[in-house]
Every structure is written in C-alpha cells, then in structure tokens.
C-alpha cells in the first residue's frame, strides 16, 4: 500500500479517476508522493534539473515540507496535513479538499491556488454563474452536464463555442499532451488558457505518439520500381534475381529496379546507393538542420518516475524564502544520480555573485569592430539568389554528371565551369525539364551535350564538384 508523504492519502481505495485527480505516483528511496502534491504545495520550491530527486524537487526539501504540513490544519476539514496555500487569504487547504470545496488550482508559472471564497471570476465567468446554462451536454463523452457548475466544467477560453466535464477534458489533455487543441476551434492558445481552469497539461509526446507498435504498419517494406519507365519485363513489383529493387536509402518509401536506374542515370552497372529526387532536395535545403528533442523516463529497482510529466515550477511569493546556504542536491540525490545525466542547477543569489564578478569591458573593447564572418552556403536556391550568369556557366558542350526522371519531370544534373578560373569546374547545376519538352525528346547523350539552357531550367545549385575534387588532389599544382 502506497501513501503519499505529503497529503497521507494511500491507494487502498484508489478510484480510476484518482491519477487525473492528485497526479501519478512517484517513488524514489522510499519517497511516495502525488505529482500534483509536489506541485500545488505551496512551500514546495523546485531547485534541481529533471534528473535530480523527483522531477526536479529535491528529497530534503520534500521532507521538509511533509514535516510542515503535518503542523497545518486544513480550513475544510480541520485535519491537519494541509501543503496548499489560498494565493489571496492565506488560508491553507489538502488536495482532496480543495478538489470537493470547489477551489481552482493554476497549473502554469507558480502553481498557484485559490480557495472557493477567492476565485478570480471574469466577465464571461460572472455572467455563467449568474445565468448558467441550461440542456448543456459535454462535448467530449456527449453525456449530459446535469449540474452547471463552474468547478465541474471546463470551457475554451478562446472562442467560448461549448462546455466539457472537467473529469473529461483532464482525460483528454493528458492524452494529448503536445498536440492539444480547443475541441470547437482548434485553437492552440487552447492549452494554455485550460491550465488556468484545475487542468494539468503534459509536456510530451501524445499516448498515440508513444504506444507500442502504434505504427507498424509504416515498417512493412513497398518493394516496387517508381521509375517513370520501367525496363522490367516481369512488371514493376518483380524483385528477384537480377531484377532486384533498391529502396531509397533516406525515406524507403521510392524504390527503383538497378537496371531502370542505370538505364535512367546513363551510370555503369554498379551504381551506388539510390536516393530518390525528394530526398535529395530536402537534404540539400536542409542541410542537416534537423533537431530532436525526447524526454525519456528512467527506472531503477527503488523507483518509479516518469520524466515525461516534468514541468517547471517558478518561485511563489508566498513560499518561505529558499535557504541559500543549503545544497541543490541532498545527499540522496547525489548518491543516486551518479548513473544518471548530471544537472547543474544555479541558485538565484549564485548567479548573483558570478554577474557582479564578471570584469565589465572598457570602452576600448566596445569600439573595437567585429569581424564579419563570410558564410558561404552550399546550396543556392531560387528565386532568392543572385542573378545567374549561365551564358558562361553552362554554355554547350556541357558537362554531363547524370540524369534522372521523377515527379513528371526530367532532371538533368550538369558540371558548372568557368575557363578563366584556376579550377574550371565550380560546382554542380540541376535542370528541370517538363516531360513533353521538345528539348528533350531526344535523350541520347549527342543530344543532351548541345542542350540549349534558360535560367527557368535552373532547378538547383551546388558548390559540390564531384569527381573534380578527387581530381584535384592527385593533379600537382603548376
């Protein structure tokens, strides 16, 4: 039987509902609590990283706040245990009895909470609580909402088009975590304003998102020749022998047969991994710019917590000021960290001090000018580049380097060379054609030499030389 530390509640009788109530249980040597214990308790500060104690709060601190609240009495229920703080009377309430006495907990910034006597009420607010609606039914499990009531009921701040249980929307919004949106509008401001009505909102990935095996359906292999003119005789799913299809080495979703590719590319039969025309724009647009961020859950014998509810919790006004002397970490924490991703965590008196240490520049280092740093990029796009000069660039005969047909189009990648430069060949050039282009109608390489180019053919530039590279280091320099 698991009792938590702070509110001294234990899951003998646990409902279903309850973990949308007081949160997940979280474990760590022998510290049971309640996530939203930990974060509506006033008192309660958070000075560690996700990876220290029990997502960021600290094992001393908790402690310490349990030992406190066994001194509070709660102005429900008279008993004592009480760890929340009414933001505007001060008055101090548990959980369970701030959910049954209709107070309003704010789950963003300070985690701040108001007694029922104390809610903050706008105009919209006033006015469903002095005419509350009548036949309303929730939008969400379209089960009638019998009593109208402000502390039962959520709504979308941002259109106001309807009303859901709150058990409901709790439900929904940690099931959507990331991808929540307002049920009648599709807001995004959505998951902001619904912290503000008791709803607690993951910062993670959706249930869907992270389910095993959600997806497998997406691994099953499509084995078949996209080539716009597919030399096989068998048909384009034929896969055996030396009909064999390669996939796209990026995406796996263009395959092509290595016959239709080197028939396509003009390349010897041993033709290197394939990469469909897509891939390959998105590669060089890109340019290795895309970023990931995921938030694992760790678990060891004596712990359970799942890192993926971790939220930041800002300083309270009303919490006891933070003891600058003491540790960021317990000796807890220390111990049972060191397998663990280290975080360092700055106090606020900490950073401080290192400002006030930090040697202010003299006037002489103001003035002093910045070097501009030349950027050169490698892929040109356009219409944003500058104005192209292929009368000297790509002037016939040019220099074939491949081509290839994809997405109703023909591309033709050339070498880009200028005589008068110490190295002639100054990258490479993509060209687009239509399909029905007359320029192309003959595609033999006689033809594709004397190809007459206009700056509409430009589909993509690069400063990558290719084989010329190679060439150059093993040619001496004259």
Sequence with gaps: MRICEICKRTDENEKEDDALLYGDWMTKQYVTVHYYCLLLSTNLPQ?????????????????????????????YCDEKGASIFCRKCRKCFHLACGLEGRCVSHFTDEFSSYCDSCVPHDVYQRHLLANPPKNVRCDICFRPIIKFMLSLVTYGDCCRQGFAHRTCMR???IASGYYLRCLWCRGKSFRDTIKLQ????????????????????????????????????????????????QLC??????????????????????????????????????????????????????ECIDASFYLHKKPCDLSMPMDVDSPTQSDEDNASSSNESS??????????????????????????????????????????SQPLDITTTLKPPLLLCKSFTAG??????????????????????????????????????????????????VWIRDSNRGIYDKIDQYTPNF
């Design 198 to 245: 008791s709803v607690f909102v993951p910062d993670r990935d959706a249930t869907w998102e992270r389910q095993k095996n959600a997806y497998s359906e997406l691994h099953s292999k499509r084995m078949r020749c996209d080539q716009t003119e597919c030399l096989c005789p068998k048909g384009r799913n034929y896969n055996r022998g030396t009909w064999t299809i």
């Design 171 to 173: 439900q929904y919004a």
């Design 249 to 302: 080495t990026l995406c796996a979703a263009t395959g092509t047969h290595l016959k239709c590719l080197v028939g396509a590319m003009r390349l010897p039969r041993t033709a290197p991994e394939f990469k469909c025309v897509f891939c390959t724009e998105v590669v060089l647009k890109l340019q290795g710019n895309q970023k990931s961020s995921n938030k694992s859950s760790w678990k060891t014998t004596d």
């Design 47 to 75: 000075r560690g990283g996700d990876s220290s104690g029990i997502l960021g709060f600290l094992l001393r601190d908790i402690r310490q706040e349990a030992t406190a609240a066994q001194k509070r009495k709660c102005c």
């Design 408 to 457: 109703g189009f023909f591309f033709l990648v050339v070498f880009e060379y200028q005589d008068q430069e110490p190295k002639p060949a100054i990258g490479t050039c993509t060209l687009r054609f239509a399909i029905d282009d007359p320029r192309i109608k003959d595609r033999s390489e006689e033809t594709l030499l004397q190809l007459s180019v206009t700056e509409a053919d």
């Design 343 to 384: 975080i360092v965590t700055v106090v606020a008196s900490q950073e401080f001090k290192r400002q006030k240490q930090l040697p202010t520049p003299t006037r002489k280092e103001e003035e002093q000018p910045v070097e501009d740093v030349n950027v050169v990029d490698s892929v040109i796009e356009l219409p944003d």
